[in-house]
T-cell receptor, first 115, second 117 residues
Framework: DAGVIQSPRHEVTEMGQEVTLRCKPI?????LFWYRQTMMRGLELLIY????????DSGMPEDRFSAKMPNASFSTLKIQPSEPRDSAVYFC?????????????FGPGTRLLVL | AQSVTQPDIHITVSEGASLELRCNYS??????LFWYVQSPGQGLQLLLK??????LVQGIKGFEAEFKRSQSSFNLRKPSVHWSDAAEYFC???????????????FGTGTLLAVQP
């Protein structure tokens, strides 16, 4: 199994630009999570999908952030417009079942730097 | 609100020495407890988890953790550390899902482990 795939692995952009992060979950997993990791705030859940439906997006920082899951094998996290404070490592994770108690498998992350 | 505390930000041990990483949680009932490891430049990998039953849990890579209700702790241990264990370790907690509410996996701030030769 290829594991959770994220692209790009690194992204450098300028303030105000649109950024799109992509995630392919493990085949057969029906829950998908987007996390953000920073030195100041640690690891935070941004949004959680189950069967392609957003279940909890209370962690999405503001309207500049949006996430979609058009099908079971693909999800995007978009930031528009990006700001320097969005610089972080963004992880996608997937799991079977629903809720948070199943083992989550993390991708390698996308390291985002907004100048 | 539930929270997870990892009091040690950074720990250095010698290769072959024993290891204990501390984790405390704050919640009235027994939550679901996890330990994840993050190697440099990589995502998190689950080491072990505790839901109920035997309070001593065995995980991968020779790690174990013990749930102590009286101390609200879930410390991670390894009897003999290898250089490849150098990584960041995260304790995490989910409270049982009551009332249909969605509960989040709450991570501690992590403990960075360095291993000396």
């Amino acid at each position: 199994d290829a594991g959770v795939i994220q692209s790009p692995r690194h992204e450098v952009t300028e303030m105000g630009q649109e950024v799109t992060l992509r995630c392919k979950p493990i085949s057969g997993h029906n829950s998908l999570f987007w996390y953000r990791q920073t030195m100041m705030r640690g690891l935070e859940l941004l949004i959680y999908f189950n069967n392609n439906v957003p279940i909890d997006d209370s962690g999405m920082p503001e309207d500049r952030f949006s996430a979609k899951m058009p099908n079971a094998s693909f999800s995007t996290l978009k930031i528009q417009p990006s700001e320097p404070r969005d610089s972080a490592v963004y992880f996608c994770a997937s799991s079977t079942g629903q809720g948070m108690v199943e083992t989550q498998y993390f991708g390698p992350g996308t390291r985002l730097l907004v100048l | 609100a539930q929270s997870v505390t990892q009091p040690d930000i950074h720990i250095t041990v010698s290769e072959g020495a024993s290891l204990e990483l501390r984790c405390n949680y704050s919640y009235g009932a027994t939550p679901y407890l996890f330990w994840y490891v993050q190697s440099p430049g990589q995502g998190l990998q689950l080491l072990l988890k505790y839901f109920s039953g035997d309070t001593l849990v065995q995980g991968i890579k020779g790690f174990e953790a013990e749930f102590k209700r009286s101390q609200s702790s879930f410390n991670l241990r390894k009897p003999s550390v290898h250089w490849s264990d150098a990584a960041e370790y995260f304790c995490a907690v989910v409270q049982p899902n009551y009332g249909g509410a969605t509960n989040k996996l709450i991570f501690g701030t992590g403990t960075l482990l360095a291993v000396q030769p």
